[in-house]
């Protein structure tokens, strides 16, 4: 049982470049979401996912992207790369209406972009 | 707007001392979830509270839910440098989504 898996772990972009972040899990969870994490801050949510086919804006959308063709994958591609994109990545999962209405959030390990 | 607020953002204690952690939110809300982040990793579940009067305990950390005060607690016992990390606190709001607190980053030193 992988849980959540992100890739890649590690990428360094230069500006004006693109390119794709990865996310798999394989807990058939409704819900899928991804943060980002400055350094010393706390978790800002850029889009989430109420079930395949469905996405939505979060509190710092710009610049990214995401599509979510299956429940077990939510890639979140990075258009134009910017430094202020510069973060650590991190997606997340849950099965939201579970028992008791608990939203528990299984997390990946992240991915950590630099821009330069 | 459902706000969450920690507090303190930065504690530094010693082994052996107790301390509170707390967690103020703004709306009404039933469901509270704390989570834990070591430097460089992941975060994990810690507790999930899901009523009025939760309370939940595993070795040295104890967390409670007030939901008529709006208020949760992190309570650790007899403090080890293992439990060193920072703790966020996070609440659910309507629509499965959770609002984040910024997070308290514990320091416990020999």
């Known amino acids: 049982n992988a849980g959540v898996t992100q890739t890649p772990k590690f990428r360094i972009l230069k500006i004006g470049q693109s390119m794709t972040l990865q996310c798999a899990q394989d807990?058939?969870?409704?819900?899928m979401y991804w943060y980002r994490q400055d350094p010393g801050m706390g978790l800002k949510l850029i889009y989430y996912?109420?079930?395949?086919?469905?996405?939505d804006k979060g509190e710092v959308p710009n610049g990214y992207n995401v599509s979510r063709s299956t429940t077990e994958d939510f890639p979140l591609r990075l258009e134009l790369a910017a430094p202020s994109q510069t973060s650590v990545y991190f997606c997340a999962s849950s099965y939201a209406g579970g028992a008791f209405g608990a939203n528990v959030l299984t997390f990946g390990a992240g991915s950590r972009l630099t821009v330069l | 707007e459902l706000k969450v607020e920690q507090n303190p953002l930065f504690l530094s204690m010693q082994e052996g001392k107790n301390y509170t952690i707390y967690c103020n939110y703004s709306?009404?809300?039933?469901?509270l979830y704390w989570y834990r982040q070591d430097p460089g990793k992941s975060l994990e579940s810690l507790f999930v509270?899901?009523?009025n009067g939760a309370v939940k305990q595993e070795g040295r950390l104890m967390a409670s839910l007030d939901t008529k005060a709006r208020l949760s607690t992190l309570h650790i016992t007899a403090a080890v440098h293992d439990l060193s990390a920072t703790y966020f606190c996070?609440?659910?709001?309507?629509?499965?989504?959770?609002?984040w607190g910024a997070g308290t980053k514990l320091i416990i030193k020999p």
């Open positions: 996912s109420v079930g395949a086919g469905i996405t």
């Open positions: 709306t009404t809300s039933d469901r």
């Open positions: 509270l899901l009523s």
């Open positions: 996070a609440v659910d709001d309507s629509n499965y989504q959770l609002i």
């Open positions: 807990m058939n969870h409704n819900y």
